[in-house]
């Protein structure tokens, strides 16, 4: 099975809007176990929009179409398939009267070209539009290439897509199968480095497939598995996971397409009962505000000192850190930040004298990084950045969390035993 993918829109071509449609159903086609070797952008235009179907329909056994299925005058997609396969275009009733009853709430007469917005494919399938009124339309042929056209906006065209065509494409397509996918996120390891350690088993497996995704702070891995159930196939994912963890478990946080770290030290502090208090004098207040939009109870934030030091009973000499010290002042600023918040951990990031490194305003900064427990468990580490300061400071963020995180699980772990 081949599908093609095609954008519709001159916008496209001009490079006004990002085509980010694309890629999100190539991914899904993917996970699917169809193929996919041909994308293309054409623009409003009847002619190119044929010519690029006619070169579609000799090597690909699906084609989709995004875009082109508005009320403007170059919105000419839908009219364009219809001449081509030689199918007339009638209207979907049920969007027809959602269009009427839009029109009557707002007092506003209906134009005429918004009619052709509910036309779909005769002897297709009408797919709904629940955040808009373009219709879609799957259509399958029985001497060439089936058709599948979606509307160009992403917030229409992704649920959609989701909600109606996957769905569709697996009843069509998958012989009954039932596709599940697991994504599982990592932290402190980069997309180069894990694919080593999980080389052997990226190239071995079938089913699932896995396939790694770098993002700006992490980096996740996605199995997707078919199976004659979905009991079956989220057990081969399952199975899949605790065989990659065993390579990279390390760095591994959690599950999750819609997770973050920031939810996942949330849930933990939450699940333990455990408050936590911080002083920040390298990332101003800023751990403590990407935490707190993950926390559903407010108390489990104990409060914290934005690079105050001098409620700390630290001076602004002690703060300018130089060789081995950092250490030390690190962990009496952790301590004590726990001791005047009353809290059950205490953190303290601060940072040494940054030195320039001569490119491109990029700066060199160790940071030092202090957790204290109300159990007295001390962890000490540093890391030295090298982006422009911003970047070194949104990094340390994401670093003191993973701290944070870490000594939860192992305090967990200890717990149990």
Request: aromatic share 6%.
């Amino acid at each position: 099975m081949k599908a093609e993918i095609i954008s519709v829109g001159t916008e496209l071509l001009l490079g006004q809007i990002t085509d980010t449609n694309r890629p999100y159903i190539a991914r899904a086609l993917h996970d699917m176990g169809i193929e996919s070797y041909h994308q293309s952008i054409v623009g409003g235009n009847a002619a190119d929009i044929l010519t690029t179907l006619r070169l579609a329909a000799h090597r690909s056994d699906l084609i989709i179409l995004i875009g082109g299925l508005g009320p403007a005058v170059d919105d000419l997609t839908k009219q364009v398939v219809s001449q081509f396969i030689n199918s007339s275009l009638i209207p979907d009733t049920e969007a027809l009267c959602k269009l009427k009853k839009w029109h009557d709430a707002v007092d506003v007469e209906m134009a005429d070209n918004n009619y052709q917005q509910v036309l779909f494919l005769e002897q297709g399938k009408p797919l709904k539009n629940d955040f808009g009124f373009a219709v879609g339309s799957f259509y399958q042929s029985n001497d060439g290439p089936d058709f599948l056209l979606m509307p160009g906006p992403p917030w229409e065209m992704v649920p959609m897509f989701d909600h109606y065509v996957v769905p569709l494409l697996e009843r069509q397509y998958l012989h009954g199968q039932v596709l599940n996918s697991l994504v599982m996120r990592y932290f402190g390891i980069g997309e180069s480095r894990l694919s080593q350690l999980i080389s052997d088993l990226m190239i071995s497996q079938t089913n699932p497939t896995m396939t790694t995704d770098a993002k700006k702070h992490e980096v996740t891995i996605r199995l997707t598995s078919k199976a004659s159930s979905e009991a079956l196939a989220e057990n081969l994912n399952q199975k899949a996971a605790a065989k990659i963890n065993t390579l990279v478990g390390d760095y591994f946080y959690g599950y999750g397409a819609h997770n973050s770290l920031e939810k996942v030290v949330a849930n933990l502090l939450e699940e333990n009962q455990q408050t936590i208090a911080m002083t920040e004098v390298f990332t101003r207040g800023l751990v403590q505000s990407t935490l707190q939009n993950a926390l559903s109870q407010t108390e489990t934030l104990a409060g914290g000192f934005n690079g105050m030091s001098a409620l700390l009973d630290l001076t602004d000499d002690e703060i300018e850190l130089s060789g081995d010290n950092g250490a030390q002042l690190v962990s009496r600023l952790a301590q004590l930040t726990q001791q005047r918040l009353g809290a059950d951990i205490g953190l303290a990031i601060l940072a040494e004298t940054p030195e320039s490194n001569g490119q491109h305003d990029y700066v060199n900064e160790k940071v030092w990084f202090g957790l204290v427990s109300h159990q007295e468990r001390l962890l000490v580490t540093s890391q030295s950045f090298a982006k422009d300061h911003q970047d070194n400071v949104e990094d340390a963020i994401f670093v003191a969390l993973d701290l944070i995180r870490r000594h939860l699980s192992q305090q967990n772990l200890v717990d149990r035993a």
